[in-house]
């Protein structure tokens, strides 16, 4: 099991969150790693309209999830991380409604439906781990559209900032204290529904507050108690508590 401890760590402590699993279910997402692939900055790995039914699980490397409008705008929706799913619906739809690109070099295991039908047949609670995961999927970008709705610019970055150091923070790659972020200001803006000017005014605004550092690709929290009142963070929708199904 130690393989499938190397191979799956970050699924491991997400899908943990949820349901302590057991061997079995450790050896059943191990098999769900059987295809292992790499894929470089720009080359998009699931395309919007496709009709293919492969999915991913990210081992390495951060990805974003994003719409193409008909006038060619593109809305960025999420970012992902290591032991995020890349592409699930898109093996459970006819067709994949987002695009997915990498924007840094990644390495992801590569899943069919037929494989995810047969871990789902097999382990029953790792189904309910996997439908989990989805569902918290959907509340982040119910809380995502509450940020752009109903935010300020500088609300809406601290709280953006704050989610993504609690999903790093579940699967060991963040704290309280800060984590390593490859975002540039661009993508910021293009999933924050900002300018990118008035992203770097916006962190500037935060820095000098006492709140919240990002430079150099590192995101520092000076102050995370007053961040969190700042943005009104509440990680509840998260449901990083601890496991529902011991």
Request: aromatic fraction near 8%; hydrophobic fraction near 45%; charged fraction near 20%.
């Amino acid at each position: 099991m130690r393989t499938t401890l190397m191979n799956n760590a970050y699924l491991v402590r997400k899908l943990g969150a949820f349901v302590a699993l057991s061997e079995t279910e450790l050896a059943s997402l191990e098999a769900l790693h059987k295809r292992r692939r790499v894929f470089t900055v720009g080359r998009d790995l699931v395309h919007q309209g496709q009709s293919e039914h492969t999915a991913y699980v990210l081992a390495s490397g951060w990805a974003c999830s994003y719409k193409i409008l008909h006038d060619g705008q593109r809305q960025i929706i999420d970012f992902q991380i290591p032991g995020d799913f890349l592409g699930l619906r898109s093996v459970l739809l006819h067709m994949s409604d987002h695009s997915i690109e990498p924007i840094t070099d990644i390495e992801v295991s590569e899943f069919l439906v037929s494989d995810l039908m047969e871990a789902f047949t097999q382990t029953p609670r790792l189904a309910m781990a996997i439908l989990w995961a989805a569902s918290r999927d959907e509340a982040m970008v119910v809380e995502h559209l509450a940020d752009i709705g109903r935010r300020s610019a500088a609300e809406r970055m601290a709280h953006f900032l704050l989610e993504l150091g609690a999903r790093l923070a579940l699967v060991g790659l963040g704290s309280k204290k800060g984590y390593a972020c490859p975002l540039t200001q661009y993508l910021l803006a293009d999933a924050l529904g900002l300018t990118a000017i008035h992203v770097n005014r916006v962190l500037r605004q935060l820095r000098e507050s006492g709140l919240v550092t990002f430079r150099d690709g590192y995101v520092t929290f000076d102050a995370y108690d007053r961040l969190t009142e700042f943005a009104e963070f509440d990680p509840t929708y998260l449901d990083q508590v601890g496991p529902m199904l011991s």
